[in-house]
């Protein structure tokens, strides 16, 4: 009754966004708004719009670009968010088009056809609706005979999706379940505030869970156990929902939008992951010394160095714990699962990684893994 991970997808968009486009946009939307608000800014009424700098973004974060699943309208200081041409209702959604393509190539990589899957968890930070599931529109257009359902746990989105299909395929209620995580984050960031502007990307990820008995790709990995655990901060929040209407206020206002207590975030965070972790592997005899890959939660460099600095009494190397916020900034709860999905093909048999993220709610999450 061993329950692995077969197959790992990863859609990257094809638009990339520099540092240096976003800072001359934000810089360029501040000399407007400073200049249209001189008066009351003067005055002490407004709050001027600050500056961001492209160096303070790399040095504080790692990330020097990211993807977005839709440029038009980000760089233009009239609009300050990607403009997308909204669809009828008997369309395909935007974001069931990229867990498509997720979810398909993690299918090719499994060697997984519809039929041989009972259920579709799409899992991630924000969905574009609240009904029907994404994941229920997203089981239809691939012709799996079964259920789906959507998630929602920020940054832990796509590792506690994954606890649930393991816990699926183990009771036997699933034969095998695909796991989504369509991360299209770029309409809840704000561009006009420089705290912020730079973090995230967008990104769709998919990851196929089943029975060791049924997996036959080249590359399969055995959950050994999984471990989570939240803490209720208001440190990251995002205030977007369907009340607003009953609030009467401005339903895109700041505070609608992601925000964050970044400071705190890194001292709170950190050392919860890292005791998380190390707990997580004593349960199963294992110290961090065992660990052969750390794909860890792509937030912020700084923070993934300090933790694996706590755990491992040394930094890693980029062989043992990759980076890919660099290319893709923070993609939510993917940025593990595409970290797991570029760099595994090179373990060996026996080999031992874990696959964690760390962030919004807190919520931390973590599956240990296995080389088959
Ligand atoms: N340019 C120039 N200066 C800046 C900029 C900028 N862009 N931004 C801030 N500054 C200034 C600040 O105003 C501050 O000035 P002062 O000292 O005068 O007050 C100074 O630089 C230092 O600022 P910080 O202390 O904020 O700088 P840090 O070194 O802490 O770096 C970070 C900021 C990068 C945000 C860092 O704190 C961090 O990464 N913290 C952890 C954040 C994190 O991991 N958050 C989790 C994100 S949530 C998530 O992963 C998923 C959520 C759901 C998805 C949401 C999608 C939209």
Redesign the pocket.
């Known amino acids: 009754d061993r329950v692995v991970i077969s197959g790992v997808g990863l859609w990257t968009p094809d638009h990339v966004v520099t540092n240096t486009e976003l800072?001359q946009a934000?810089n360029a939307y501040a000399d407007k708004y400073n200049l249209t608000h001189q008066a009351a800014i003067e005055a002490g009424h407004v709050e001027p719009v600050?500056?961001?700098?492209p160096e303070?973004?790399e040095?504080?974060?790692g990330i020097k670009q990211r993807h977005v699943y839709v440029k038009d309208g980000i760089l233009d200081i009239e609009h300050m968010r990607p403009l997308i041409p909204e669809r009828d209702d008997d369309e395909l959604s935007h974001q069931a088009e990229i867990a498509l393509h997720a979810a398909r190539s993690a299918m090719a990589s499994a060697n997984k056809k519809a039929e041989d899957f009972d259920a579709v968890i799409v899992s991630c930070?924000?969905t574009q609706r609240a009904y029907p599931a994404l994941a229920i529109e997203v089981q239809s257009a691939l012709g799996i005979d079964g259920f789906g359902f959507d998630m929602l746990v920020?940054?832990s989105a796509a590792t506690f999706a994954l606890h649930r299909a393991w816990e699926m395929v183990k009771s036997g209620s699933a034969r095998a379940v695909l796991v989504i995580n369509p991360?299209l984050?770029?309409p809840?960031?704000n561009y006009c505030d420089?705290?912020?502007?730079?973090?995230?990307g967008d990104v769709a990820t998919a990851v196929v869970i089943e029975r060791a008995e049924t997996a036959s790709s080249d590359h399969v990995f055995e959950i050994l156990g999984t471990q989570a655990k939240t803490l209720y901060s208001n440190n990251?929040r995002?205030n977007f929902g369907y009340m607003s209407r009953a609030f009467g206020t401005d339903p895109f206002a700041a505070d609608k939008?992601?925000h964050?207590e970044?400071?705190s975030?890194?001292k709170e965070?950190c050392p919860m992951a890292a005791e998380h972790l190390s707990d997580h592997l004593a349960l199963h005899g294992l110290t961090p010394t065992d660990v052969r890959r750390w794909w860890l939660?792509q937030?912020?460099i700084?923070?993934n160095q300090l933790i694996s600095k706590k755990l491992l009494g040394r930094l890693p190397d980029t062989d043992e714990a990759p980076i890919v916020l660099d290319r893709y900034a923070?993609t939510?709860?993917a940025?593990s699962v595409i970290a797991l999905s570029l760099y595994h093909q090179d373990l060996e048999s026996g080999d031992i990684g874990v696959l964690c993220s760390f962030?919004?709610g807190y919520s931390i999450g973590s599956l240990l893994l296995k080389k088959l």
């Open positions: 800072v934000l600050m500056k961001s700098d303070f973004i040095k504080a974060s930070a924000y920020a940054c991360e984050v770029s809840q960031v420089r705290d912020s502007h730079f973090i995230f990251i995002s939008l992601f964050q970044g400071r975030v890194f965070v939660h937030a912020n700084n923070m923070n939510a709860s940025g962030g919004a």
